[in-house]
């Protein structure tokens, strides 16, 4: 199975200090796609510069020609599915068809807050985002939409002329519940995980391994559910976010190691973090790039 190596670029630089050429780069460097967080603050970034998701990859999408961009990943913590559903219109056609939207729960996070809203529940979020998908799917796939729910509401909302992709840009869809798996099954192209959180601080790669899998088993009984087959559904590692940690990116090797691992899971994309000095995602820029130029063929 082949693999195919992405990087998300955070939205933290002036675009004309060094953010537009970043995602030049990320071009030049082969990768399959360019991402970007989208929050309105992040954790360690909360007090510095910090510019929106979707405004960053329509300037991204006028400075590529190939590169294709997304977001890892919108929410409905801070957004509403008629709004989003236009400007993504307006992104997909910008780039050429370029645009895949990843898209979570939320988190409690500062976006969680931001709008004066109480941070809702797990049970909260799962239930508003069990709504805002199929909503989200349907206004971009169709002209012209109405929709009373219990969360949100389009009235005639038009989205002409839809999408450049047909019938609608791809969801990669961020779960590991038993609803987001759901919701993975029915509506997601591509399916993301950050690994099991819980083994964050203490866990160990092979534990996490194990994790990851258990979530593999648990979207193939999603998919199942609907007669899908999940053999034919990408499935997307954000990593950084599991026991190694850093490890991954310190040589050529432990990347083809880690790749190898988790390829072997079924994963049919990994991303990685473009280097940000002095942060979590610090990282040697050699090695980064020869990563991006010389990884996959070493995994074929």
């Known amino acids: 199975m082949s693999l195919r190596l992405s990087t998300v670029i955070l939205p933290y630089r002036r675009w004309h200090e060094g953010s537009r050429e970043t995602w030049r780069r990320?071009?030049?460097?082969?990768f399959h796609t360019a991402y970007t967080y989208d929050h309105l603050s992040w954790r360690s970034f909360r007090d510095g510069p910090w510019f929106g998701a979707l405004p960053t990859l329509t300037a991204a999408a006028a400075v590529t020609d190939q590169l294709r961009l997304g977001t890892l990943v919108t929410s409905p913590n801070f957004r509403h599915p008629?709004?989003?559903?236009?400007?993504?219109?307006?992104?997909?056609?910008?780039?050429?068809?370029?645009?895949?939207?990843?898209?979570?729960a939320g988190g409690?996070?500062?976006?969680?807050?931001?709008?004066?809203?109480?941070?809702?529940?797990?049970?909260?979020?799962?239930?508003?985002?069990?709504?805002?998908?199929?909503?989200l799917d349907q206004l971009l796939s169709e002209d012209t939409v109405s929709f009373e729910g219990d969360f949100y509401s389009a009235h005639e909302a038009r989205n002409i002329p839809g999408c450049v992709q047909r019938p609608r840009l791809p969801f990669?869809?961020?779960?590991?519940?038993?609803?987001?798996?759901?919701?993975?099954?029915?509506?997601g192209q591509a399916w993301v995980t950050t690994g099991d959180p819980k083994l964050y601080e203490e866990g160990t790669p092979e534990q996490s391994v194990q994790a990851i899998r258990g979530q593999i088993e648990k979207l193939g009984d999603a998919c199942a559910s609907i007669g899908r087959d999940a053999g034919a559904m990408d499935k997307i590692l954000l990593t950084?976010?599991?026991?190694?940690?850093?490890?991954?990116?310190?040589?050529?090797?432990?990347?083809?190691?880690?790749?190898?691992?988790h390829r072997e899971l079924g994963f049919t994309e990994l991303v990685i973090h473009w280097p940000i000095p002095d942060s979590d995602?610090?990282?040697?820029?050699?090695?980064?790039?020869?990563?991006?130029?010389?990884?996959?063929?070493?995994?074929?």
Do not use: M
């Open 82 to 104: 008629v709004t989003l559903a236009k400007e993504l219109i307006s992104l997909d056609d910008i780039s050429g068809g370029r645009v895949t939207l990843g898209i979570g």
């Open 172 to 187: 990669a869809v961020a779960a590991t519940g038993p609803r987001g798996l759901r919701l993975a099954a029915r509506h």
């Open 240 to 261: 950084g976010f599991t026991p190694d940690r850093a490890r991954p990116l310190e040589s050529l090797a432990a990347f083809v190691d880690f790749a190898g691992r």
């Open 108 to 135: 409690t996070g500062f976006d969680a807050t931001a709008l004066g809203q109480e941070p809702w529940t797990p049970r909260e979020r799962a239930d508003r985002f069990t709504e805002f998908v199929p909503l």
């Open 26 to 30: 990320a071009e030049q460097l082969g």
């Open 281 to 300: 995602f610090a990282a040697d820029e050699k090695v980064f790039e020869q990563i991006a130029t010389e990884a996959t063929s070493q995994l074929q």
